[in-house]
């Protein structure tokens, strides 16, 4: 089992629909949780962090965990085709910054 | 920010490389990462304040340093093919914080 699980897509959404990304985690003892954006041929950038169980909400995303089902979700609201990217599910199995472990990512394209 | 150089290296099998990264000012930590296209980042190792503080499953040719001044280095000895991959190089202003500030990232191809 990887440590980091997430569907490769492509996930196709039309413009204006909501956008549902899911990640599983292996290590029961994961601290942290993050989301990366990464635009092809580039870099990946952070775009939502969360650490306790619940929903977050920062503008038109919204990060869920379920740490008892070991569940992450990314949801973006209103998807934009500027949106269309791969989104790389991140887990902190600790405090200490070396077992930061990155999902194989899920391709999105948000179609006009 | 972060910056990394070269943006895109070619290299023969067997030769040894060095990437290069400026961390983003104040921030003490810094992590490496392969990524092969089509994958996320695979963690090579980890520097904070200058000595190795964790390193992921990659071979001792794969070899790095910290300086005072907020660069490092990624050094590849004895090139294999597989080693051409996305080279990032990203920052933490804390140690175990997690929220990365990745580099625009080296492009390395061994032919």
Redesign the interface.
């Known amino acids: 089992q990887k440590e980091?699980e997430q569907n490769s897509g492509p996930l196709s959404v039309p413009e204006g629909a909501i956008a549902s990304l899911n990640c599983t985690y292996s290590d029961r003892v994961s601290q942290?949780f993050?989301w990366y954006r990464q635009y092809s041929g580039?870099?990946?950038?952070?775009i939502m962090?969360i650490y306790s169980n619940g929903d977050k909400e920062d503008g038109r995303f919204t990060a869920q965990l379920n740490k008892a089902s070991q569940y992450v979700s990314l949801l973006i609201r209103d998807s934009q085709p500027s949106d269309s990217a791969t989104y790389?599910c991140?887990v902190?199995k600790?405090?200490?910054?070396?077992?930061?472990?990155?999902?194989?990512?899920t391709r999105l394209s948000v179609l006009p | 920010g972060v910056t990394q150089s070269p943006t895109h290296l070619i290299k023969t099998r067997g030769q040894q490389v060095t990437l290069r990264c400026s961390s983003q000012s104040g921030h003490n930590t810094v992590s490496w990462y392969q990524q092969a296209l089509g994958q996320g980042p695979q963690f090579i190792f980890q520097y904070y304040r200058e000595e190795e503080n964790g390193r992921g499953n990659f071979p001792p040719r794969f070899s790095g340093l910290q300086f005072p001044n907020d660069s490092s280095e990624l050094n590849v000895n004895a090139l294999e093919l597989d080693d051409s991959a996305l080279y990032l190089c990203a920052s933490s202003q804390k140690l175990g914080a997690g929220g990365y500030t990745f580099g625009s990232g080296t492009r390395l191809t061994v032919v």
């Open positions: 980091v942290s993050f580039k870099s990946p950038e952070l962090s790389l991140a902190n600790d405090n200490y910054g070396q077992n930061f472990v990155f999902g194989p990512g």
